[in-house]
């Protein structure tokens, strides 16, 4: 049976605590910097060759949803009550709220350094050092909202604008594709201004620390934002059903994205699944 | 894996992490002249350096090497004038901060992100390195990881673990 994602705001304190131990068992297992480096190595973007499957790319939303789901595995074999959880930053949108309060993910970075010293991810605690990192910072940080040069959240127009994209991604299938659903949810545009970087992009952005680099899965909201990414996925989904994972075949010989993005039918790397295949969760779980 | 004509890895039948097939190789070939010029300033100081550059002059390789200190943090870079044909009119960049290597990737646009700050593009390898010490905490340093990981190259990150 279907299991449930619920929105972080409406978590009790036992699913806040089961969700925090689950996330600091697997850290103490070795289990999550896994998950932190894999990230990093998957991150290929569009002006060098090499296949994209992460970022840039019209796999962007399976591969996060295969990654979410081998985490979420993870945390449950720990404790099987345990489900990720989503942050719908259209609502939840104050710094002294979910997620970040000291039973979940702990608040803002201080102002010296922008180490989060409350709750359960403080380096203070001994159970979340940084292992896998672009810099040499063992502790996590943060800067919400960025503070020397202030950001807002995306809102909900934005994800509605996303939404009403019709066709699921376009050519030439990058992090230029000015239409479709994919990028318009992922987030690069053009230019100098705040347009250059929207929706998901902008999310990463607003937290700042960690999760503006690489390395981002060190901030464990990084998981919560991708829920709700996913989530968005599925509403995209059920308002326009008749439109696919795109593209459909693989480009050609021809195209500049010859072999450099996955096709429906193809294998994304690193696991031995398609996009067709991880189009329709519905039998693994559910949003609330 | 199969690999293509330019070393560029590829989906095959069987399923696999896109990865370089020999990594080392590829890097000795890409770094070895950019180390060179890190190493010898007066071989690096040959090269035009403007610390200034305006991006409507620059081409497709974003302007011309720099050598600065920028709030308090020194940032180098060169155009690394090899890794196949494409290089002589798009190098890749060897950037350091401080003397350790900051990875940066092109994006389609022509724009480049690096590692620090990977969720949004500068029109050129000096900015991405500036905005790249912004993010930079006080005394925080780029790892280190002995393999000089600094330049563009193909593929994904590697060589970054602790």
């Given amino acids: 049976m279907a299991y449930t994602r619920k929105d972080v705001t409406t978590l009790t304190a036992s699913e806040r605590r089961r969700f925090v131990n689950a996330l600091l068992e697997i850290k103490r297992r070795g289990e999550y910097d896994e998950f932190v480096r894999s990230h990093i190595d998957y991150y290929v973007s569009d002006g060098e060759g090499g296949l994209r499957t992460a970022h840039m790319a019209p796999s962007f939303l399976p591969w996060h949803r295969r990654f979410l789901l081998d985490l979420e595995n993870a945390l449950r074999r720990v404790d099987s009550s345990v489900t990720v959880p989503y942050w719908d930053w259209t609502r939840a949108r104050s710094v002294g709220a979910a997620p970040w309060t000291k039973d979940l993910l702990g608040g803002n970075g201080r102002k010296s350094d922008r180490q989060v010293t409350t709750g359960p991810f403080a380096y203070s605690t001994g159970n979340w050092t940084l292992k896998e990192n672009i810099t040499d910072s063992r502790f996590l940080t943060r800067d919400l909202g960025r503070a020397a040069n202030p950001i807002e959240l995306p809102t909900k127009a934005d994800v509605d604008g996303a939404l009403s994209e019709p066709v699921y991604d376009v050519s030439p299938w990058d992090s230029t594709s000015n239409r479709g659903f994919r990028n318009r949810l992922e987030g690069w545009g053009t230019g100098r201004g705040s347009a250059a970087w929207r929706t998901h992009n902008r999310v990463h952005r607003w937290v700042g620390g960690e999760m503006l680099g690489g390395a981002s899965v060190n901030d464990p909201v990084f998981w919560m934002h991708h829920a709700f990414i996913d989530l968005v996925w599925t509403r995209w989904q059920q308002r326009h059903r008749e439109h696919r994972y795109l593209p459909a075949e693989p480009p050609g010989p021809g195209s500049r994205q010859y072999r450099r993005v996955v096709a429906r039918h193809e294998k994304l790397p690193p696991w031995n699944v398609t996009p067709d295949q991880l189009e329709d969760v519905g039998r693994i779980y559910r949003y609330a | ?162």
Avoid: C, K, N
């Fill in chain 2, 1 to 162: 894996m199969t690999t293509s004509v330019d070393g560029v890895p590829v989906p095959a039948a069987t399923a696999g992490p896109a990865r370089p097939r020999s990594r080392r190789e590829l890097l000795r070939v890409l770094l070895a002249p950019a180390a060179a010029l890190v190493l010898t300033p007066v071989v690096a100081a040959s090269w035009p350096t403007d610390p200034h550059p305006d991006p409507t002059l620059a081409g497709p390789g974003s302007g011309f090497a720099f050598d600065e200190v920028y709030r308090g943090r020194r940032i180098q870079g060169v155009p690394t004038r090899t890794g196949g044909r494409a290089a002589a009119v798009d190098p890749r960049w060897q950037v350091t901060v401080d003397g350790r290597p900051l990875h940066l990737m092109r994006r389609a646009d022509g724009t480049w992100l690096s590692m620090v700050d990977h969720y949004r593009s500068y029109p050129t390898p000096l900015e991405a390195a500036r905005a790249a010490v912004d993010e930079l905490g006080p005394g925080e340093q780029l790892r280190d990881t002995g393999e000089g990981d600094g330049g563009t190259e193909q593929g994904g990150h590697h060589g970054l673990h602790a």
